[in-house]
């Protein structure tokens, strides 16, 4: 479904990935596990055409959207939640779930998807006339997954869902992801949480420092010695 | 002062006001979106006037009321195109540099868009036609109250009511918001983020332009630099409501107009002290001003 | 080996003659605003100042030579204007005409003054103008003079007990003026029943003209120049000050073309001038018809200042028999002139002496010579 290869990405004169190469399948969940600034949201970036790639191809659905704008590539069916939610602040909940319907144009689809959001989420239909900026933090992930859930996507890209959330909160959208996922979309997830990541995915990949430095089965990787000693503790 | 007095004064105010309250809504939205501070805006209302001046003695030999709406919708339709090329040649290329870079930019296209209408029209200040009608309306203490300052206040209020409407219950709008929160988010949610500034810079030369005419026809004269000190005024009026905060340039532009018009009146020589001494203390006791929101900067 | 020699010889000859033909005029600088918010007045100088090269050069020019003149534009900025003359100085010029207004006019005289350059100012009429250097002149009066003319004019002509005074205090020009008025408003008995502020450039002057209203004084002085004029005229009719004569000084020159059609906005209107287009003098005459007939417009005030500095520097160079700084000077001290604007010497601090006119405004809105002021 997605396939990255070769991907070389500078922020100037820093190199921040080194030939990544990747694929995610219909119907998976592959995480990318990693350290701090091994260059996991960079990948995110680049794919959804916020950071352009210096050399490398990316095509989804087999359709290449390499040099494609961000604003396009929404279109061709793939939402990405970023990182720290990005919720717009200042405008309503409900507001920030129509935004994320902004590309589609069939009205009756929209109103049934809303509701089917607030199906998912009870708690942002309690609150959708309230600013999103005054929600707390587990409900601003709510607001942002189900955001980009608006758009219909096929594939849905997550950037770092547990951070700065309570234990039991995370185990909560961990559950989500697997619920969001269940019903047939498939799913990209960046964690530093690697424990939790592994338990959901299928697959994953592990990066250092911009490069691709393992890749297997989510099981494999979680029995893998180094992989426990570096990211599992 | 007398009763008469203090009401013409009073109208006169809320005249500026409305004309000082239109220029700043350009600034403040096109702040809001592109953190720039577009010094070339009070410029825009000079060249506003400028093309229904051409209009109306060039283009049309008769000043019919056909002509007069014409060269009204010429001037809204140029500063709109003369609006998104100056963000498109001289502002986008720099949308990744640094914001001073910007800023200096902006002096640029404000001096060139002067030194342009000197070369073209010259230097010397040209009686503007009058283009809304200025009729005694009635008379208070034989001091005429004319129908030029209440036709501006209202078509500003109808304006301003009609921006707030687009800005929060149209999808367009709503993406204007958008954008200016968070334009990397933005994207992700399929905005098109070029076009989005491109109309908040057509929302806000629409505004100028609607602005030159009411302003040009209360000087009665047009000249190259005659949106210099308009555009500062409204500026400040926009700093002092909050820039970014779209009701925040409409109260700053409204406290500004009226303060100037009665300081004017009651200390004529200590208006722009007044006016600028105003700006200073709002922004010790309120830094992000009346109706801003204190925005930490993103690292 | 000859017809080399003679090929070199006839190659310098060349050389000298055509260097010979450089120095051949007699080169004058010239400063004025010749765009910016002040150009008004520096393009009517220039036009002026051209018309008298031309007749000057028409005539044989001056110590037999053409007179070369070389125009740089001030922008009406003083840091502008110096850096303008410093240009005009490496050209080699043998005096300076301009600058136009006062601020540019004082900084430049500020140089010229360093090295004795011969310099007339056409229109900077602030007292202090003339201040740094015995080498400097002006052509127009001066502020106090036609501001005191004008508070005797209120009184003496219009009958007036009170006046309301408008000013701008961000203008030399115009503070110069109000400074004065006032002065001699107080020694001939003329009582300010209100003083207001209007700064050039603002588009509502109606609150300050609402307060000079309720005051109710007999005449309005406007220490203002002719586009801010333009832009209150009509508010001051709104504030219903339609009936109020209305007096100020030569900055009102072009107001009658600024207001149009608009003609019933002049009606009280009168302001204090060195020119009239009624003065009855031959050289006023021959200017007239001779500017007019060049240019397709009969001359204004500043035209005819313009006319006359350059005619006074011309006729100062000729009565030196030479360009030497010190004899140019000296000649300009003794001038004797029948000019444009009427007859002229020059006092101890090298200002003009010369007859004030009053002008005022017909029903078709035409400059019209209301009284002479005698010296």
Redesign the interface.
Known sequence: MLKVEGLNVFYGAIHALHDVSFEVKQGEIVTLIGANGAGKTTILHTVSGLVRAKSGKISFQDQNITTTEAHVILKHGLAHVPEGRRVFSQMSVQENLLMGAYARKDKDGIAEDLEKVYMRFPRLRERYRQMAGTLSGGEQQMLATGRALMSRPSLLMMDEPSMGLSPILVGEVFEIIRSINASGTTVLLVEQNAAMALSIANRAYVLETGRIVKEGSADALMHDDDVRRAYLG | MKPATFLITLINGLQLGSVYALIALGYTMVYGIVKLINFAHGDILMVGSYVVLFMLTTVFAAQTLLAKVIAVAAAIVFCVMLGIVIDRVAYKPLRSAPRISALITAIGVSLALQIIAQLIFGSEQIKFPQVILNETLFKIDKKPVKSLPIITCCVSVVLMIALNLFVNKTKPGRAMRAVSEDMGAARLMGINVNNTISLTFAIGCTLAAVGSVFYAQKVGYVKPLMGSLPGIKAFIAAVFGGIGSIPGAVLGGFVIGMLETFVNYFASQYVDAVVYGLLIVVLLVRPAGMLGKAVREKV | MKKILVAALALVMLMTACCAMAEDTVKIGGLSPL???V??YGLAVQAGVDYAVEEINANGGVLGKPVEFIWRDDQGDPAYAVSMYNQLVGENIVALVGAVTTAPTIAVFNEAAKTGMPAITASASAYEVTDPGNNLFRACFLDPYQAGIAAQFCVDTLGAKTVGIIYD?ANDYTLGLYDAFVAKAAEIGLEVVAT????A????????I??I??AEPDVIYAAEYA?EL??ML?QMF???LDETPLVGPDGFSGVDS???SDVELLANCYYTSAFSLDSTGEVVKSFIEGFTAKTGAAPTLFNALGYDAMKIMAAAIEAAGSTEKEAIVAALDATDIEGATGHMTFDDHNDPIKSVFVISFDEEGKEQLETVVEP
């Not at chain 3, 207001?196 to 700064?199: A, K, L, M, N, T």
Request: charged share 15%; aromatic share 4%.
């Open positions: 765009t910016g918010s150009a008004v205090n207001e502020v209007g700064v450039g603002q588009a509502d002057y109606s609150a300050q609402g307060k209203a309720d586009q333009a832009v009509p709104d504030a219903g600024q207001v149009g």
